[in-house]
């Protein structure tokens, strides 16, 4: 078997090349991928339940953070996939003259919009909403977005799901980043349950390994599942050839495994439980199949669900409302099925989409691909009603005259990772590329019941005076983002001496005084990393 190979073009072509170079050559452009592709596995971990396509994802550490705390908090994302109209979704109402100004024929007139506040309303095709916003289950966060917008729906995409920056081209998803790295042996000892599960939405890179591949078998229902998880052949996946074709054999043998093993759990819970609202339209069937696993048990933490039709540039009013309208009432019964479960408390969802549209309307009675747009928030987590962010300013637009952003979107996944899932800050920021800032303004607060992923180790530190400088000495048992600072008595800050990314040991940062532009007296400095602040009083002679 370790003998065999696949010809190459190099061998057909490259007559000068010796068989055992080109027999080298051949194993080392061949991938995973097309392993897996070559051996007919490489659709993803992905199934039909309830005719519905799910995928599962397996590893990252982000995922090892999702399976390894103990809340058990759920988070949803809905993927409005084309590029949702914002405009048309939160009306600014503080300056609807311009706004219908610009839209003469696909603008929302006043007696069909359902006021939020006095500054925004929605279409009254979103009416479905309604007793979420006034439950106090639902946030709007404005103008989302990021620096230097790319309107290709491909490639903006690309960057949510990655959450790189815009000039940053990385094929791995922000859940599927760093896949085999730190947890090397994830696919033959996986968890017992997936830690998210994406159902539709094929071709988003949300979940892809370093190499690109989603790991997975396709069955037609949940009886077909069930049927695979009791009778699939479980492999030894160590009992390999001692070769690179025995290698990748053992790693189509875990992929298996793992498929096996969550084919399994995933038929159980949708078995053990049953929608109680009735659902319309794709997207509804989508959330009808997450309310089910979620009722039925199944510890799963991420779900992904995709509407699709919001590249709406012509004849938007002929499309746009329904899609709202499908949106809406899928949420709402969403949440009573969930309510009727008794599990509505442990659930957020958050809408996202590549980008917005422009402001003015074209000559098709649509609209072209914008820049910022706002994101849809739902949960009792939430603790009330509100807006946040900077409304659209329908005046002050970028150089080629989209509305600017003024929340990158990586700060309300960071949120959201951080808040609601209750996953370490390091993992996260580390996930994410950089350290984004956190939305207080969301209501959320993490509940978990244990803090076992907080480090238990108090930071270490002392103050080291000098001639005229002090020097703050301290020790970091891991890795952190990390800040020092330095207040005066009444708590205002005078200076930052560090911030950024520490590995573990012991750092110093050094405050000095010789300047003059400080009074004699009393300061603090303050030592923030992860999850940890310490602080020390020091004096100024």
Not at 52 to 78: C, E, K, W
Not at 308 to 324: N, R
Not at 391 to 399: A, E, F, I, K, M
Request: proline share 4%.
């Amino acid at each position: 078997m370790c003998d065999h190979h696949t010809p190459t073009n190099n061998m057909r072509h490259g007559a000068a090349l010796e068989h055992g170079e080109a027999h080298e050559r051949d194993h080392q452009q061949w991938s995973r991928r097309g392993f897996l592709k070559n051996m007919g596995i490489a659709s993803g971990m992905s199934m039909l339940l309830g005719n519905v396509p799910l995928t599962a994802l397996t590893s990252s550490p982000l995922a090892f953070g999702l399976n390894n705390t103990d809340s058990d908090r759920i988070l949803v994302l809905i993927r409005l996939k084309g590029g949702n109209d914002g405009l048309n979704t939160i009306i600014p109402i503080f300056d609807y003259g311009t706004y219908i100004q610009n839209r003469s024929t696909i603008g929302i007139p006043q007696n069909q919009l359902i006021n939020l506040s006095e500054a925004y309303a929605m279409p009254n095709t979103m009416e479905g909403l309604s007793g979420l916003w006034n439950e106090g289950s639902m946030k709007v966060i404005n103008s989302v977005g990021y620096p230097d917008q790319n309107l290709s729906h491909f490639r903006s995409s690309d960057i949510w799901a990655s959450a790189s920056d815009s000039n940053v081209l990385d094929s791995s998803g922000w859940l599927g980043r760093l896949l085999d790295t730190q947890y090397p042996d994830f696919l033959t000892d996986p968890p017992e349950q997936p830690p998210a599960i994406q159902i539709g939405g094929t071709g988003n890179i949300l979940f892809n390994n370093t190499e690109m591949v989603n790991l997975g078998v396709i069955v037609n229902n949940p009886e077909e599942l069930a049927q695979i998880a009791q009778n699939g052949e479980l492999y030894d996946a160590t009992a390999v050839p001692e070769c690179y074709y025995g290698e990748q054999l053992g790693y189509m043998r875990a992929v298996a495994n793992s498929t096996f093993t969550y084919a399994e759990v995933i038929a159980d819970a949708y078995s053990a439980s049953a929608n109680t609202v009735d659902y319309q339209y794709a997207i509804g069937e989508q959330l009808a199949l997450v309310a089910r696993l979620i009722k039925g048990g199944l510890s799963t933490r991420l779900y992904v669900v995709t509407l699709d039709g919001f590249d709406t540039h012509a004849l938007q009013s002929q499309s746009h409302p329904f899609l709202m309208f499908s949106l809406s009432q899928a949420v709402q019964s969403f949440y009573q099925d969930l309510a009727a479960g008794g599990v509505a408390h442990r659930v957020l969802a958050s809408t996202f989409s590549e980008f917005g549209r422009r402001i003015g309307q074209n000559a098709s009675n649509g609209t072209d691909h914008g820049a910022a747009a706002p994101m849809l928030l739902f949960g009792e987590g939430l603790n009330g009603n509100g807006f946040l962010g900077q409304g659209p300013d329908l005046h002050n637009l970028d150089s080629v005259g989209n509305l600017q952003y003024d929340i990158d979107f990586r700060q309300v996944y960071a949120t959201l990772l951080e808040d609601w899932l209750c996953i370490d800050p390091v993992i996260i920021d580390n996930v994410m590329g950089q350290s984004f800032e956190r939305l207080p303004g969301l209501g959320l607060e993490c509940m978990a019941t244990s803090t076992s992923f907080i480090p238990t180790i108090p930071i270490e530190h002392r103050a080291l005076y000098g001639a005229d400088q002090v020097t703050i000495e301290y020790t970091l048992v891991d890795a952190a983002p990390a800040k020092v600072e330095i207040f005066n008595i009444l708590g205002q800050p005078v200076t930052t001496l560090f911030e950024g990314y520490q590995s573990s040991g012991t750092h110093q940062a050094v405050f000095r005084m010789g300047s003059g532009r400080l009074s004699a007296g009393i300061y603090v400095y303050v030592i923030s990393a992860g999850r940890q602040r310490v602080s020390q009083k020091i004096k100024v002679r």
